[in-house]
């Protein structure tokens, strides 16, 4: 996969989590529906200034597109054990074990938020 590619699965994952179709950030974005699909397929070049705003649009750091890691690597059972053993991880797996999937997601969402604000600190 090349970076074309790599930035516009990383729209499209942006896109899709803000919940709006193509149609409707092309129109925030100024560009045609087509246009937009051709950024996502990295059939076209986005230029850092557009990826800035839509970034902007979307929530998203420049650096969640640019990102060069696919996967985040996977835990060893002890690094998982240690997560468990705590008493607020462990409630949150619980928990989140009986959410429905859409429900997860905004949870992880909401993670990810405080990460951010913490990181902003």
């Not at 649009?57 to 990102?67: P, R, S």
């Not at 059972?77 to 074990?97: H, P, T």
């Amino acid at each position: 996969m090349n970076t074309y590619e790599k930035i516009g699965r990383r729209l499209q994952e942006a896109r899709e989590e803000a919940g709006l179709s193509q149609e409707e950030l092309a129109k925030k974005i100024g560009c045609s529906q087509a246009a937009l699909s051709n950024y996502e397929l990295g059939k076209r070049r986005l230029y850092l200034v557009n990826l800035q705003r839509i970034g902007q649009l979307l929530g998203k750091q420049v650096t969640y597109f640019l990102d060069e890691s696919d996967e985040e690597q996977p835990l060893s059972m002890d690094e998982l054990n240690k997560i468990v053993k705590e008493q607020y991880m462990r409630e949150i797996l619980l928990s989140a074990r009986e959410l429905k999937r859409a429900q997860r997601k905004s949870v992880l969402d909401y993670i990810r938020w405080q990460k951010q604000e913490g990181e902003k600190q």
